[in-house]
C-alpha cells in the first residue's frame, strides 16, 4: 500500500509547482517528501514546501517576535502595578502568552479576561494573598493584551496567535498561489479553518487527510474531526487509508527506565522509528539500540536542562548561596570543580584542587588560596565562575555577572570541543549546549543595555531570569535525518509511516496527557467561551497514537506499571485496544501479542555477615584494642569490622561538627588550663580564667580538625558554644578542686598493657583524660570528661558479683553498658598498664582506685561509678583486686568471641544503635 508522504507527491503533479504550495504539518514531514521527490533522479521544479506557521507569517506579512523582548517590555509598562520583579514576572509570562494566543487562533474577544474576578466573587473564593495575585493580575490581563498589540504592531512582528488572527483577517486577498494542498492535518484552529475557507472560495484549497478507514468509519475519537473537515469542504478534501498493519506487540516493565529493553527483543534491521512519548527515555533508548543498527537519527532535541552544561549552571549559581566575598561553601566548590571536570573543562589543576579540598573538614573555603597553584587557564574559569564581588563584598551589576558566565562558557565550549570523542559508528555528535547558554545571555545582556530589563544587584533574580530562559530550550542533535532509523517525538511522525515502529511510554498521563492544561483561564471559562481544554488535546493525541500503530506493519507498544506507584498505570489507549480485541471494535481482528519480562533476581552482596577468613584473622591479630573498639565490636560486630580492621575511618560529613570535634576541643582547653596546676593544690584565688586563651585554644583544635575558619556560620556557633561550656565547667570545678584537696597528677594518660589469652598477649590501649589523688584518703580517681549528656545509668553497676553480663550486653538493643565498661578498662590500665616508656602510674600502689565521669553539661556533679546492691543503697565502687578479676574475665570472655572463627562479624538488629553498613 502506498505510504502518505508518496500519495502527496502523486497528488502534487497534478498541479503546475510554480504557482502550487503544500502546507504539511512540521518541518520533518517536508524533508520525507523532499526524499521522495530526489527518487524520481531526473531535475524537476518542486512546489513550495511551507509549514502552516510559515504559511501564516507569509500571509499575515508579520514575524514572530522574540519572548523576551515580548515579557521586557510588558514587564517595564505594567511590572509595578503588578507588583512583580522582572524575574517574578517572567515565570508567568509564557502562561499569559499560551492564553493570548489560544484567544487569537480560536478568534476570541480578549474582554472575556475581564469578569473573571467577577465570576470567582459569585462562587464565593476567599481572596487570599495567592489569589489576589491572581485576580490583580486577571484585572490587568485586557490591558497587557491591548498593549503588547499595539507595541508589536510598530515593530510589524506579533507572537503566534497575532501572527494567525491577522493572516485569516488578510486570507481573502492572499494570491501567492493558485493551488495550496494542505496535507496530513487532523485539526485546524478557528484561524486556521478560516484561511482555508478564503482559499476554498477561490477554489485554491486542498485537503488530503491521512486516516485509517476502520478509524473513520466506526466513529472513532481519533477520527472526529477529520469526519468534520470533510464535511465542511466536501469538494476540496480527500482522505487516504495507509494502514498496512500486520501486528501489534505489548510490553509491560515494572520500571520506566526498563522500556528501552524491548529494543534489544525487537529490533532486527536497521529500519525502525522509536516513538518517544516521555522524551526523557531519549538517551537509555539509544544507548538500547543494538549496536547493528550502524546509523540513527535523533530528531527530537534534547532539554538543555537535562544537558551537562545546564548542571555545570546551577553548580556555578549554589557557589554563591553560601558565598561570603572570597571564601565559599566547601561543599559547594566541591561539586562546582567536579561538574567542570565532567564537562571535560580544565586540566590537572582542577584534580589539584580537588585534593587539597578533600585534606581538610573547614567548611569555608578562601577562593584565593585554593587557586593560587594552579594555571591560568583554570584560574580564569575560576575567577569567572566566583569572582562576582567588589571590594566591599557587594554583588557587581547583574550585566557584569551575565558576562562574566558568558565568557566562562565561551571556554567551556572551546573544552568540550578538544575532549570531546567521535562516535562515527553510530552518526550522531551532540551541538554545543554552551552555544545554547550563551546565546540566551547576549539576549539578556542586549535588553538590560536597552534598558528593556531593569534588575537590582540582585543574584536571585538574575539566576532566575537565566533559568527562565533556559528550563524550556533544546539542544539539536545533528546527523541524517533520511536514515531509515529514527528516534522522535509523537508530533515528529505527522504524515510518515514506518515498517516498524516502537511507542514508549504509553502512559496515563503522558499518552494522552489527561486532564492538564496549563491556563490561567478557568476551564469553565474555556468551555463556555469555545477555547480548548484538555479533551481537545485527548482527541488529538488519540489521532497521531492510532495512525501511527496502524499505518506500520509492526507496531511495538511499552508502558510501565510500577506497584508503588499507583498513577505509573498504561493508557486508556492500550485499554481500549485490549478491550476490542476481546469485546469487538477497531482492534477484533488485529493480532496483539502481550508480553510480560521476566526477571531473574539474585541478592546483592550483604553487609549483613562477614566470615571470618583467614584474612580477616591474620588482621585482627594485628589490632590494639580500645574500649571503645571493644564497645564497638559488641554494639555492632559489622561496624568494627570495617573501622578497626579493615582502617575505614567513620569521618564525619565535611561541614559536620560532630561531638568528636567538640569533645576534643574542650578537653584540649581543660588539658591547657591544667597542665601548669599539676600536682599542686588548686586555689581558686590563684586561677583565673581566661576567655581568650580558651577560646585560641579551641580554635586551634577546630584547626587542626581542618575546620580553619570559624569566624562564621555553624562553626563559628559550635566554637563558641564549646568555649563558654568549658568555662562554666571550669568554674566550678577549681571550687570542687579546692574543697575537696586531692591534686591533679595525670592529663591525657595513655597507658599499654598486654592481656594474656590462650597463650599468646592481647594489646590494649587507652587515653585517661585525667588522674586525681587525694595524700589523706589514699584515693586515686580516674576521671573521664564528657561534653554530651550523662546520667546516673551510665555509671551504674547492677550486678556486683559479675560487673557485666557479656550476653545481656550482646542481647542488649542500646548501648547503655558501653560507659561501665570504658570505665573498668581504665582501672585495668592503671593496675597492669604502662605508658610508652614503661612507667607505671606510680601513684596507684597501694591507693583505692575509684572511677568516674566528668559531665562537662552540668559541671556542679562528679558521677561516680557505682554499684546499688539488694538493700538499694548507693555504694561508691572500688576498683580492687576482686574487680580487678572480675574484669579480667569479662575480657576474656568477649576476646574469645572475637578470635572464634567460627562465629562471623554479624549485624546487629537493632534500630537503637545505628550502623550505616
Given at each position: 500500500?502506498?505510504?502518505?508522504i ?13 504557482s ?35 504559511l ?25 502595578e ?19 494566543n ?16 467577577e ?32 507595541e ?67 466513529g ?16 476540496e ?60 537519527n535523533?530528531?527530537?532535541g ?12 546551577r ?6 548561596k ?9 561543599r ?5 570543580i ?73 571556554i ?29 545571555i ?51 511522525t ?48 488519540s ?25 505509573d ?23 496483539i ?15 549483613e ?19 571503645s ?52 593544690k ?21 584547626k ?31 571550687k ?16 599499654f ?9 592481647i ?86 582506685i ?68
Open positions: 500500500m502506498a505510504k502518505f508518496d500519495i502527496v507527491f502523486e497528488k502534487s503533479n497534478e498541479h503546475d509547482p510554480g502550487t504550495a503544500i502546507v504539511f504539518p512540521s518541518q520533518r514531514a517536508i524533508s520525507y517528501f523532499k526524499k521522495r521527490c530526489a527518487k524520481e533522479n531526473k531535475a524537476m521544479l518542486l512546489p513550495e514546501l511551507l509549514t502552516m506557521e510559515r501564516a507569517e507569509r500571509i499575515s506579512c508579520l514575524e514572530e517576535e522574540d519572548d523576551l523582548f515580548m515579557a521586557s517590555i510588558v514587564h517595564n509598562r505594567f511590572g509595578k503588578l507588583n512583580r520583579e522582572f524575574a517574578s514576572f517572567l515565570l508567568i509570562f509564557p502562561q499569559i502568552i499560551s492564553d493570548f489560544d484567544i487569537d487562533m480560536y478568534l476570541k474577544d480578549a474582554a472575556l479576561l475581564r469578569n473573571i474576578r465570576i470567582s466573587k459569585i462562587g464565593k473564593m476567599d481572596a487570599e494573598s495567592i489569589e489576589e495575585r491572581y485576580f490583580d493580575l486577571m484585572e490587568k490581563m485586557v490591558e497587557i493584551y491591548n498593549f503588547l498589540n499595539e508589536l504592531e510598530k515593530r510589524q512582528s506579533g507572537y503566534r496567535g497575532r501572527v494567525y488572527r491577522r493572516a485569516s483577517e488578510k486570507a481573502k486577498e492572499y494570491d501567492e498561489f493558485e493551488n495550496v494542498i494542505f496535507a496530513g492535518f487532523n485539526i485546524f484552529t478557528p484561524s486556521e479553518a478560516r484561511i482555508i475557507d478564503f482559499l476554498a472560495e477561490r477554489k485554491k484549497a486542498k485537503l488530503l487527510f491521512n486516516i485509517p478507514k476502520i478509524l473513520f468509519e466506526s472513532h475519537e481519533s477520527s472526529e474531526h477529520i469526519r468534520e473537515y470533510v464535511n465542511r469542504w466536501k469538494n478534501s480527500e482522505r487516504f487509508d495507509c494502514s498496512e498493519n500486520e501486528r501489534i506487540a505489548i510490553y509491560g516493565y515494572s520500571l520506566s527506565s526498563e522500556q528501552p529493553n524491548a529494543l534489544s527483543k525487537e529490533i532486527e534491521g536497521s529500519s525502525a522509528a522509536i516513538v518517544l512519548c516521555d522524551e526523557s527515555l531519549m538517551l537509555p533508548a539509544v544507548n538500547c539500540i543494538p549496536e547493528k543498527v550502524k546509523e540513527i535523533v530528531t527530537m534534547y532539554p538543555l536542562s537535562m544537558m551537562p552544561h545546564f548542571f555545570l549552571l553548580r556555578i549559581f549554589e557557589t554563591h553560601t558565598a561570603d566575598g572570597k571564601f565559599f561553601g566547601k559547594e566548590i566541591v561539586n562546582l567536579e561538574s567542570m571536570r565532567e564537562n571535560s573543562i580544565g586540566g590537572k589543576g582542577s584534580f589539584e584542587i580537588l585534593k587539597n579540598l578533600n585534606e581538610i573538614n573547614d567548611p569555608f573555603v578562601d577562593i584565593e588560596k585554593m587557586i593560587s597553584k594552579v594555571d591560568e587557564e583554570e584560574k580564569t574559569l575560576i575567577e569567572l565562575a566566583l569572582n562576582w564581588y567588589d571590594e566591599r563584598n557587594e554583588l557587581i551589576m547583574p550585566e557584569k555577572v551575565l558576562k562574566k558566565i558568558r565568557t566562562f562558557f565561551e567551556a565550549g572551546k573544552s568540550e570541543d578538544r575532549g570531546r570523542t567521535e562516535e562515527g559508528q553510530r552518526g550522531n555528535y551532540i551541538k554545543s549546549s554552551a552555544a545554547t547558554i550563551i546565546t540566551e547576549n539576549k539578556v545582556i542586549t535588553l538590560m543595555s536597552e534598558g528593556l530589563i531593569k534588575t537590582g544587584n540582585n543574584r536571585l533574580e538574575v539566576e532566575t531570569i537565566l533559568f527562565s530562559l533556559l528550563s524550556g530550550k533544546r539542544v539539536p542533535f545533528s546527523g541524517d535525518p533520511m536514515v531509515d532509523f529514527q528516534v522522535m517525538g509523537m508530533l515528529e505527522r504524515c510518515l509511516q514506518f515498517d516498524k515502529t516502537v511507542i514508549m511510554s504509553v502512559n496515563e498521563g503522558v499518552m494522552p496527557k489527561g486532564k492538564n492544561y496549563a491556563s490561567f483561564i478557568p476551564y469553565d471559562v474555556r468551555r463556555e467561551t469555545g477555547l480548548p481544554g484538555y479533551e481537545q488535546n485527548d482527541k488529538l493525541f489521532y497521531y497514537f492510532y495512525t501511527l500503530l496502524l499505518n506500520s506493519k509492526e507496531s511495538i507498544v511499552t508502558y510501565s506499571h510500577s506497584q508503588s506507584d499507583s498513577t498505570e498504561k493508557s486508556r489507549f492500550v485499554e481500549q485496544m485490549l478491550w476490542e480485541r476481546r469485546k469487538g471494535g477497531v482492534f477484533e481482528d488485529k493480532k501479542e502481550i508480553h510480560s519480562p521476566e526477571y531473574r533476581v539474585s541478592s546483592p552482596s550483604s553487609m555477615k562477614i566470615e571470618k577468613s583467614d584474612n580477616v584473622m591474620n588482621l585482627l591479630n594485628k589490632v590494639t584494642f580500645s574500649a573498639s571493644i564497645s564497638k565490636f559488641i554494639n555492632c560486630p559489622v561496624d568494627f569490622y570495617f573501622q578497626n580492621l579493615l582502617k575505614i575511618p567513620d569521618v564525619n560529613d565535611e561541614d559536620d561538627l560532630g561531638a568528636d570535634v567538640i569533645g576534643t576541643a574542650a578537653h584540649r582547653a581543660l588539658n591547657e588550663f591544667y597542665f601548669l596546676k599539676m600536682n599542686e588548686i586555689i581558686s584565688r590563684e586561677m583565673s580564667i581566661n576567655s581568650d586563651r580558651i577560646k585560641q585554644s579551641i580554635s586551634n583544635s577546630f587542626e580538625k581542618g575546620f580553619s575558619n570559624i569566624s562564621k556560620g555553624k562553626p563559628y556557633l559550635m566554637a563558641e558554644a564549646t568555649a563558654r561550656m568549658t568555662e562554666r565547667f571550669l568554674s566550678s570545678d577549681i570542687r578542686m579546692e574543697e575537696c584537696g586531692r591534686l591533679i597528677v595525670g592529663l591525657e594518660k595513655t597507658l598493657a598486654d592481656f594474656p589469652f590462650e597463650g599468646r598477649k594489646a590494649l590501649k587507652g587515653t585517661i583524660d585525667r588522674i586525681e589523688h587525694d595524700s589523706e584518703s589514699k584515693e586515686i580517681r580516674i576521671m573521664d570528661y564528657k561534653s554530651g549528656s550523662a546520667k546516673d545509668d551510665d555509671v551504674r553497676i547492677k550486678d556486683r558479683q559479675n560487673l557485666i553480663i557479656v550476653q545481656e550486653w550482646l542481647e542488649a538493643e542500646n548501648d547503655s553498658w558501653s560507659k561501665v565498661f570504658q570505665l573498668l578498662f581504665y582501672g585495668y590500665l592503671i593496675r597492669h598498664g604502662a605508658d610508652k616508656d614503661g612507667k607505671k602510674v606510680g601513684e596507684a600502689d597501694g591507693k583505692r575509684r572511677l568516674g565521669i566528668y559531665p562537662l553539661r552540668n559541671p556542679k556533679r562528679d558521677l561516680m561509678l557505682f554499684t546499688t546492691p539488694d538493700r538499694g543503697e548507693r555504694e561508691v565502687f572500688d576498683y580492687d583486686t576482686a574487680a580487678d578479676e572480675r574484669f579480667g574475665a569479662i575480657l576474656c570472655e568477649i576476646i574469645g568471641l572475637m578470635f572464634d572463627n567460627s562465629k562471623p562479624f554479624k549485624k546487629k538488629n537493632s534500630e537503637k544503635l545505628y550502623c550505616k553498613w
